[in-house]
């Protein structure tokens, strides 16, 4: 975990120049601006409903609503915060919000606007698209947690989380964000993050990859949108009658935590990838299904094939659970790389076999003038860019994570008030 001894804008200018945004939360569009100015994507998506679902009479509020809770204060304080003039209504506030967002980047054609929740828009979005997800939408902890693990296989292997008020308490009085305790839960699951937050108040949070964690540019998946079949297809359940068309939601480059494809109840179901040649495989990922049904694959075998009729089991799964979307798939590594042609996953035990993705690795020829140097090479370059820096920043022991509550602040002038000793 790193502390940033200065603002957002600091930090934003570190980034590197280019590549696809997301903003989750957009409101007037002041923060799109600021992305557009400092970091200069290629592409920038505003995903914003622009709309808020009351359950009660605006103009009329109760004392309690079951889903906001003191309606009369919410009313009071968000007329307050999004300057809503009196005896409007906040979703016409709103809907003239999103008409001036629209006005605001009509001719800026990396902009695309989504007006939509993120949870309506993610899934069109292929995995592995963005460089950068900003969250700053709906500060409650459900609403936080579900961007994070939604949005999480939609950032490239080396994408970076940001976000906005990484603090107990926000505009509203009274009011608790969920934003800590979702970043920590997210951080303890999928443990494979570096946490850097900022001098504010408010802070802004950033979560990286750490470098033993990501896939480099030396590595290539080649499974993704080769040919596949499986031994059957459900009448219930799958998505398509015919095993080969039904296979190719395994392979094709996308991760819900749903299935991708679904075999009927048989003896060891199996899905199986044609690679199109032998390759030298370093590694195969495979994303389950999530919910009550994951366990239907603790007892998955994988086996390896040149010609898909001599087959050689490389993993064995022991009935143990496994993820996926949720940040801890299932990881088998080759020291050294076994080569094959097929892969094939298989169940050991009678029931339907239902998974997420299938990825499978190959290390790209590193002596090619063309092929890229991995991304990260000790630490990740955002942190050295800190480094290099005229700006201080201090690290703080991993271990203080789960207990911090953001009750203390560093200065800006780099002085400290109340930081407890570590």
């Known amino acids: 975990m790193y502390y940033f001894l200065a603002g957002r804008d600091a930090f934003l200018r570190l980034l590197p120049k280019g590549g696809r945004w997301a903003e989750i939360g957009v409101f007037a569009g002041d923060n799109a601006s600021r992305l557009l100015e400092l970091c200069e994507p290629s592409e920038l998506h505003l995903i914003d409903p622009w709309f808020f679902n009351l359950d009660f009479d605006w103009f009329n509020p109760p004392e309690w609503s079951p889903l906001f809770g003191d309606a009369r204060r919410l009313v009071r304080q968000l007329s307050s915060w999004a300057y809503i003039p009196k005896g409007q209504h906040v979703n016409e506030h709103f809907d003239r919000l999103y008409q001036d967002v629209v006005q605001k980047f009509s001719h800026d054609p990396r902009v695309t606007i989504h007006r939509a929740t993120s949870a309506a828009v993610a899934s069109t979005f292929p995995a592995q698209y963005f460089d950068f997800v900003y969250i700053d939408g709906d500060h409650r902890y459900e609403a936080v947690r579900r961007d994070l693990q939604l949005y999480d296989h939609k950032l490239t292997e080396q994408g970076m989380f940001l976000g906005d008020d990484f603090c107990e308490h926000g505009v509203f009085e009274n009011a608790e964000y969920g934003v800590i305790s979702a970043v920590n839960k997210f951080m303890k699951r999928t443990g494979e993050r570096t946490l850097i937050l900022n001098h504010e108040i408010n802070s802004f949070f950033a979560l990286i990859r750490k470098p033993d964690t990501l896939v480099s540019d030396d590595e290539r998946n080649i499974a993704r949108d080769q040919p596949a079949r499986q031994s059957s297809t459900s009448v219930w359940w799958s998505y398509h009658h015919e095993v080969t068309e039904e296979a190719r939601g395994g392979n094709n480059g996308t991760i819900t935590g749903c299935y991708g494809f679904h075999t009927d109840y048989e003896y060891r179901p199996w899905w199986e990838v044609d690679l199109g040649e032998i390759y030298p495989i370093t590694r195969i990922r495979v994303f389950n299904r999530l919910g009550a049904t994951a366990s239907r694959a603790n007892n998955l075998e994988i086996f390896a094939s040149s010609d898909a009729q001599s087959w050689n089991k490389v993993h064995s799964n022991g009935g143990a659970q496994f993820g996926g979307a949720d940040g801890l798939p299932l990881m088998v590594e080759f020291v050294p790389?076994?080569?094959?042609?097929?892969?094939?996953?298989?169940?050991?035990?009678?029931?339907?076999?239902?998974?997420?993705?299938?990825?499978?690795?190959?290390?790209?020829?590193?002596?090619?003038?063309?092929?890229?140097?991995?991304?990260?090479?000790?630490?990740?370059?955002?942190?050295?860019?800190?480094?290099?820096?005229?700006?201080?920043?201090?690290?703080?022991?991993?271990?203080?994570?789960?207990?911090?509550?953001?009750?203390?602040?560093?200065?800006?002038?780099?002085?400290?008030?109340?930081?407890?000793?570590?």
Do not use: C
Not at 342 to 359: G, I, M, P, Y
Not at 371 to 387: D, K, T
């Open 337 to 422: 790389p076994r080569s094959a042609r097929f892969v094939r996953l298989q169940l050991d035990s009678q029931d339907f076999l239902h998974l997420d993705e299938v990825e499978v690795y190959i290390k790209t020829d590193s002596s090619r003038s063309d092929a890229a140097a991995p991304r990260f090479r000790g630490v990740p370059p955002v942190i050295q860019a800190m480094i290099d820096s005229e700006i201080s920043f201090i690290e703080i022991n991993d271990a203080l994570m789960p207990n911090y509550h953001h009750k203390w602040l560093i200065r800006s002038d780099g002085s400290t008030r109340g930081v407890p000793a570590f």
